[in-house]
């Protein structure tokens, strides 16, 4: 495939260069030329018009419970959880699949090419993604304290689970651990040692609310990543979700351990935990730090240009401080989520894996467009819908010419989502 004449390519390089005017080469997958006038007999794109970027990487979400969108929106977290919860103890494999199919429509529609993903019946979640083109880190999520499956029989499933899809190109198996306070600290404990074993990750929501905090120093007297570093889990394996309540020494044991950070600023806000991610002083330590929207259920946004903006406002506002810039939030959701999914993308450069997007520059809210504000156009401006077409490892996997499409095959499902939670919410 080739790309022509792309208007813009914002590269993420190691300069972060902005290019003007050339072609992509993609072959296999991979990005294997960058250059002008590229001859082959490839499938040609014209991007004369287009901005061409990185594909964003959504780092933390529960994809199906696009399911719940606009559910029960007007509440704070734990009051939130249990209405959710009621619901969760009905769903099926199908409903499941049905709403990753939605999920992850949107979410190539939105100019993601890759997300981090924790919810139920994680098979349902890799086989549609795998149909639909995009990658997925994910698998099975430990919650011993709350769930009715015994802790024995989810160490099975989340090791069958590695077993099968740990040389899968687009699916990588990850390993759910849910909280601090839905998990046993032997559930905490055994999900380590399969991760050790395997050498894949852990992703674990830590530190969201003030309330977890209070809980785990009445209980254990320390602090939530104190607390996962006395089980001695902490580790470059880990990827810790939200921390909006943490010390300036928890920062400390993160950096030491090269734990890498995920920030869901939109579902923070909405669910009105209050706290503050002290990003740059995280980013000022080396620590990689990516970007989430969370559910679509707390956010209610499956929008990763949404989220970009966010993540400068809070920060902003939380610190009265300009000094998270755009290009921040950009290498945040490019860059780092890359890292964290452990994949080669999240640049424009030569060997890297072709996941890319494009913007149509000439749309109204970008606009008058420069080279010199083209940044702070994608991270203040932009939003999903500015999106022309998402390419993931080579294939063209979302064009706006497939919109209509895409809508018209998901009514169907958006109704059978709406008949189970009509029926199940009422009970
Ligand atoms: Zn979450």
């Known amino acids: 495939m080739i790309l022509r004449r792309c208007k813009y390519i914002i590269t993420q390089d190691y300069s972060r260069r902005i290019l003007k005017d050339k072609d992509i080469l993609i072959q296999d997958g991979i990005i294997v030329e960058i250059g002008e006038n590229i001859r082959g007999d490839d499938e040609v794109i014209d991007c004369s018009d287009k901005i061409v970027m990185p594909g964003l990487i959504n780092a933390h979400t529960h994809s199906a419970m696009v399911l719940m969108r606009g559910f029960y929106d007007d509440a704070e977290l734990d009051e939130w959880l249990r209405k959710i919860w009621s619901l969760e103890r009905k769903l099926t494999p199908r409903i499941i699949r049905l709403a990753a199919k939605a999920a992850i429509y949107e979410m190539l529609a ?10 139920f019946y994680p098979e349902e979640v890799a086989q549609v993604a795998k149909e639909l083109g995009i990658r997925v880190k994910l ?30 190109p687009l699916v990588k198996p990850v390993i759910n651990i849910h909280s601090i306070y839905t998990c046993t600290k032997n559930g905490i404990i055994e999900g380590y040692n399969l991760a050790r074993k395997y050498n894949v990750d852990i992703h674990i929501h830590v530190s969201e609310t003030r309330r977890e905090v209070y809980e785990c120093k009445k209980e254990y007297n320390v602090f939530p990543v104190e607390y996962l570093n006395m089980l001695g889990v902490l580790s470059e394996n880990m990827i810790l979700v939200h921390l909006g309540w943490i010390t300036s ?30 990003l740059l002083v995280m980013l000022d330590k080396g620590i990689t730090v990516g970007l989430g929207t969370d559910s679509a259920a707390s956010n209610n946004s499956l929008d990763m240009f949404i989220e970009m903006k966010n993540t400068i406002l809070l920060q902003r506002h939380s610190f009265w401080s300009v000094d998270v810039k755009a290009q921040h939030a950009l290498d945040l959701a490019t860059i780092n989520g890359a890292r964290i999914l452990g ?26 467009l420069r080279e010199d504000n083209l940044i702070s ?43 189970f939670i009509l029926k199940h919410s009422l009970s």
């Not at 100019?111 to 919810?119: A, H, K, N, R």
């Not at 997007?357 to 008058?368: Q, S």
Request: aromatic share 8%; charged share 25%.
């Open 110 to 119: 939105n100019g993601i090419t890759g997300f981090l993903d924790m919810y």
């Open 377 to 419: 156009a994608i991270v203040y401006s932009a939003t999903g819908l500015n999106v022309e077409f998402t390419i993931v490892n080579g294939r063209l996997v979302y064009s706006r010419e497939f919109r209509d499409r895409i809508v018209r095959e998901l009514q169907t499902v958006y109704r059978e989502l709406n008949e």
């Open 139 to 168: 698998g099975y999520t430990i919650m011993d304290k709350v769930s009715t499956t015994s802790l024995d029989r989810r160490l099975k499933e989340v090791e069958e689970f590695i077993l099968k899809y740990r040389n899968d």
């Open 249 to 278: 020494w928890e920062i400390e044991l993160i950096s030491r351990c090269n734990c890498k950070v995920v920030h869901c600023p939109t579902s923070n806000m909405k669910l009105a935990t209050g706290g503050i991610l002290p």
């Open 343 to 368: 994949i080669k993308s999240g640049r424009i450069m030569k060997g890297y894996l072709a996941d890319i997007i494009a913007l149509n520059a000439n749309e109204l809210n970008l606009n008058p």
